[in-house]
């Protein structure tokens, strides 16, 4: 198990267009290794490239259902909305009210370059909406409503 150092808001590479991965070699293997390992550290439900200095297309997403590695992932659909706290492990102990979609369909490719289709609603939607955002140089804060806030590590929905 491998932790990477997790950039923190204001790094210039959080607001990096990440680039697509058209190859999984060993090392892209070890990265989603390490990134799930630095996210689960971290009682994290999701983190992207980006906030471990990988200015590439990957996430990795446990919102307690299982591992989930989606490499060049695009929202293809998306409807209704939601509202809730949303956090992120690149900015600790802070959260701010951010509307989603409800439901979103998202196309990946996984670490076989299977292309895959996922549907999800409620947290794990949030959860893609936000990921991705992060391999666009988007962060949650810019989609807020209203102030960002102090929260605790031990909320029920963790840090993303
Ligand atoms: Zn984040």
Do not use: W
Not at 74 to 80: D, N
Not at 101 to 114: C, G, H, I, Q, R
């Amino acid at each position: 198990m491998a932790l990477r150092n997790i950039r923190q808001f204001g790094d210039p590479v959080l607001r990096k267009e990440c680039k697509p991965i058209r190859l999984v070699t060993p090392r892209i293997k070890t990265l989603a290794e390490d990134m799930l390992d630095t996210m689960y550290a971290a009682n994290g439900v999701g983190l992207a490239g980006p906030q471990v200095g990988i200015v590439k297309q990957i996430v990795v997403i446990d919102i307690g259902d299982g591992p989930i590695v989606m490499l060049n992932p695009v929202i293809v659909e998306s409807s209704g909305e939601q509202t809730d706290s949303e956090g992120c492990l690149s900015y600790p102990g802070k959260a701010a009210d951010v509307t989603r979609p409800s439901f979103v369909k998202a196309e990946y490719d996984d670490l076989d370059m299977v292309h895959k289709t996922i549907e999800a609603e409620g947290l794990l939607a949030r959860a893609i909406c936000h990921e991705t955002d992060h391999l666009h140089g988007i962060i949650y804060t810019d989609l807020a409503k209203g102030e960002v806030y102090d929260t605790h590590y031990d909320e029920e929905e963790g840090e993303e």
